[in-house]
């Protein structure tokens, strides 16, 4: 059974950073795609940043040069390094994994597997 725990969330003044964690079990974490999206209220969950197996990676144009996704296979664990927050990164934050995403990287819909959420909450 595929599960995967967030942590890390928080509030944090504008400028500063968190590094969000994600806890996967069930499945071989290097063998999987994973990703972090974020949802803020009203608003659709939108893809934030997504690793491959081969360790590439891709960021929304909003995150990038501030946030870095990165896992340690040996622990099992995605993380998400957030520079720079600003207001406007306020959300819950998720993690999500699949063998191959359906669809682009970005679309919630073709990812199997999620976390239950971590709220980060950036004040300016």
């Known amino acids: 059974q595929v599960q995967l725990v967030e942590s ?6 504008a400028g ?7 806890a996967a079990s069930g ?3 290097s063998r999987y795609y994973m990703a972090w999206f974020r949802q803020a209220p009203g608003k659709e969950r939108e893809g934030v940043a997504a690793l491959r197996p081969d360790r590439y990676t ?7 040069g501030r946030f870095t996704i990165s896992k340690d296979n040996a622990k099992s ?19 999500a994994a699949a063998t191959i995403p359906s669809m682009g990287w970005r ?7 999620w976390g239950q959420g971590t709220q980060v909450t950036v004040s300016s």
Do not use: I
Not at 16 to 22: A, E, F, I, N
Not at 77 to 95: F, G, H, I, Q, V
């Open 8 to 13: 890390g969330g928080g509030s944090v003044q």
């Open 16 to 22: 500063g950073s968190l590094r969000l964690s994600c």
């Open 27 to 29: 499945y071989t974490v």
């Open 58 to 64: 891709y960021y929304a144009d909003s995150v990038k």
């Open 77 to 95: 664990t995605l993380y998400l390094l957030m520079n720079s927050l600003k207001p406007e990164d306020t959300a819950m934050y998720y993690c």
């Open 107 to 113: 679309d919630a819909g073709g990812w199997t597997y």
